[in-house]
């Protein structure tokens, strides 16, 4: 190359990752994956009673009942919120390193407490043994674990 002719180079935007930011926001997108993969898995969960078990003067068996535990779709969207909340700040404060690491740690943090709260929720719940005091006959009626999971009842007569 002489000296008159300009190296080509691209044009500096404001969402462009500088060499510390990338780190911390790819650190960030990896614990909500993370911890929405482990959500996923460890909030799902089934139990099924038939109480008796024997049948009555029909013939029919007394009634079951099926209790089946899921991920919650409002988690996922809560994490997703966060992560996409705490990227466009990052991306706003790309000039001040200090306040950008900051975000994404608080943001990762909470993403976390998030899976980790609504795991805790989960397995409390179902510790409680949602089925144990339900006969045939009588409505079922429990409390939900509701943001934090999904739950589907069946009964059977």
């Given at each position: 190359m002489s000296g008159g002719e300009m190296v080509p180079t691209q044009p500096q935007t404001a969402l462009a990752p500088t060499s510390t930011e990338s780190p911390r926001r790819r650190r960030l997108v990896v614990v909500t994956a993370i911890s929405a993969a482990a959500y996923?898995?460890?909030?799902?969960?089934?139990?099924?009673?038939?109480?008796?078990?024997?049948?009555?003067?029909?013939?029919?068996?007394?009634?079951?009942?099926?209790?089946t535990l899921s991920p919650s779709p409002l988690v996922f969207l809560a994490m997703a919120s966060i992560l996409l909340v705490a990227l466009a700040r990052i991306a706003r404060r790309a000039s001040d390193a200090s306040v950008a690491e900051r975000l994404g740690d608080r943001a990762a943090a909470a993403i976390g407490l998030l899976a980790v709260v609504s795991l805790a929720v989960c397995y409390l719940w179902w510790a409680t043994d949602p089925t144990a005091g339900w006969s045939p006959g009588e409505p079922f009626s429990t409390l939900l674990p509701f943001p934090f999971a999904s739950v589907d009842i069946e009964i059977t007569r």
């Amino acid at each position: 190359m002489s000296g008159g002719e300009m190296v080509p180079t691209q044009p500096q935007t404001a969402l462009a990752p500088t060499s510390t930011e990338s780190p911390r926001r790819r650190r960030l997108v990896v614990v909500t994956a993370i911890s929405a993969a482990a959500y996923a898995v460890f909030s799902q969960a089934s139990m099924g009673r038939c109480p008796g078990g024997g049948s009555d003067a029909t013939g029919l068996g007394e009634g079951c009942i099926s209790v089946t535990l899921s991920p919650s779709p409002l988690v996922f969207l809560a994490m997703a919120s966060i992560l996409l909340v705490a990227l466009a700040r990052i991306a706003r404060r790309a000039s001040d390193a200090s306040v950008a690491e900051r975000l994404g740690d608080r943001a990762a943090a909470a993403i976390g407490l998030l899976a980790v709260v609504s795991l805790a929720v989960c397995y409390l719940w179902w510790a409680t043994d949602p089925t144990a005091g339900w006969s045939p006959g009588e409505p079922f009626s429990t409390l939900l674990p509701f943001p934090f999971a999904s739950v589907d009842i069946e009964i059977t007569r």
